[in-house]
C-alpha cells in the first residue's frame, strides 16, 4: 500500500512537471534582468507572452526552444525620446523594426511638444492594426495650444485655458503618460511658465511627467533648466529633460554646470532627470 501511495505521488510529480509546457524555452542565456548588477547564467521559459519561470537547467517542454549559448538575455530597452508618432500608424513602418532590432520595445512618443492631442484615438490607431513595440505617448503641449489658439502669440483667455485643461485631462484620462513641451518650436514657445504650470498640474494629477525640450540649449541652459524644474516644483510631478546639451562652442562646458544644478535638486528631493544622445550633431526642424 505505501509503495503504491509512492508510485502514485511519483507519478503526480512527474505528471506535473510533464504539465509545465512552455511556448519558448530559451536556454543558456546570461540574463540581465535589469535590477541586480550581476548577471546569472540560466533559462527563461515563455507562455502566453509571460514569463513563467527563470532558473538553471528548467525542464520545461516548449514547442520553440533557442540556445542563446554566448548570448545576452534581457528586458527590453526603451526609447524614451522618440518621434514615430506617424510612422507608428503607417502600413509601411508600424513593425517598427529598426527599433526592435536595436532590443527597443518600448517607445515613447509625442516628444518635443509636438504628435496628437486625442491620445484615445491615436491609441486606437495603433491597436487596430498593432505595432512592433509597446507604445508610450506624452501629451504634447505644442499641439494642444495649436488646437485651442492656433498659432498665436499671446496669452490664453480664461476661457482657452480652461479648454486646454480639460483636453489635458481627457489625454491623461485616455491614458497618457505625462505632457511634454518643444520650447523653441512655435507655439509650444508662445506659452510662459506660469500657463505650462497649469497644464502639468492637470498632469500631476494623473501621476504623470513633464518631459521637455527646453527654451534654450545654447546660452540660455541654465534659465531653461531651472524653468523646467520649476514647473515640476510647483505642479509636483517629475521633470524630464529632453537631449540635455549646451549648443554652440561659447556655451561648451555648460552642461556640466547644469548637472550640478540638477544634482543639488536631487538631493534635495526633487525628481530630475536628463537624456543624452551620444554624438555631437543635432537636428531639428525649422
Ligand atoms: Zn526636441
Avoid at 4 to 14: D, G
Avoid at 90 to 106: E, F, M, P, W
Avoid at 246 to 263: D, T
Wanted: charged share 20%; net charge neutral.
Amino acid at each position: 500500500m505505501m509503495m503504491l501511495r509512492s508510485a502514485i505521488l511519483l507519478l503526480i510529480i512527474v505528471s506535473q512537471c510533464d504539465g509545465q509546457s512552455a511556448d519558448t524555452l530559451l536556454t543558456n542565456a546570461l540574463i540581465y534582468d535589469g535590477v541586480a548588477i550581476e548577471p546569472v547564467k540560466g533559462d527563461v521559459a515563455i507562455k502566453d507572452g509571460k514569463i513563467i519561470a527563470i532558473g538553471e537547467s528548467l525542464p520545461h517542454a516548449a514547442k520553440l526552444e533557442i540556445d542563446c549559448t554566448g548570448k545576452v538575455l534581457c528586458p527590453g530597452f526603451i526609447d524614451l525620446h522618440n518621434h514615430s508618432d506617424r510612422q507608428i500608424i503607417s502600413g509601411a513602418t508600424r513593425a517598427n523594426v529598426n527599433y526592435l532590432l536595436q532590443g527597443c520595445t518600448t517607445v515613447v512618443t509625442g516628444n518635443c511638444g509636438s504628435g496628437p492631442v486625442d491620445v484615445a484615438k491615436y491609441y486606437k490607431q495603433i491597436d487596430s492594426a498593432g505595432a512592433g513595440t509597446n507604445i508610450a505617448h506624452l501629451l504634447p503641449q505644442g499641439g494642444l495650444r495649436l488646437e485651442v489658439l492656433g498659432s498665436e502669440r499671446r496669452k490664453p483667455t480664461a476661457a482657452e485655458l480652461t479648454k486646454m485643461l480639460e483636453l489635458a485631462n481627457k489625454a491623461m484620462h485616455d491614458g497618457a503618460w505625462g505632457m511634454s513641451t518643444g520650447l523653441i518650436y512655435v507655439p509650444s514657445s508662445y506659452a510662459d511658465t506660469e500657463e505650462l504650470v497649469a497644464i502639468a498640474k492637470v498632469v500631476s494629477k494623473h501621476h504623470g511627467i513633464y518631459a521637455s525640450h527646453i527654451r534654450g540649449e545654447g546660452g540660455g541652459l541654465l534659465d531653461s533648466v531651472q524653468e523646467a524644474m520649476d514647473i515640476g516644483k510647483e505642479a509636483n510631478l517629475p521633470v524630464h529633460i529632453s537631449h540635455f546639451k549646451s549648443s554652440g562652442q561659447s556655451n561648451w562646458g555648460l552642461v556640466r554646470v547644469a548637472v550640478k544644478v540638477i544634482e543639488e535638486a536631487r538631493k534635495k528631493g526633487q525628481i530630475v532627470t536628463a537624456d543624452q544622445y551620444p554624438y555631437r550633431a543635432s537636428s531639428t526642424s525649422l
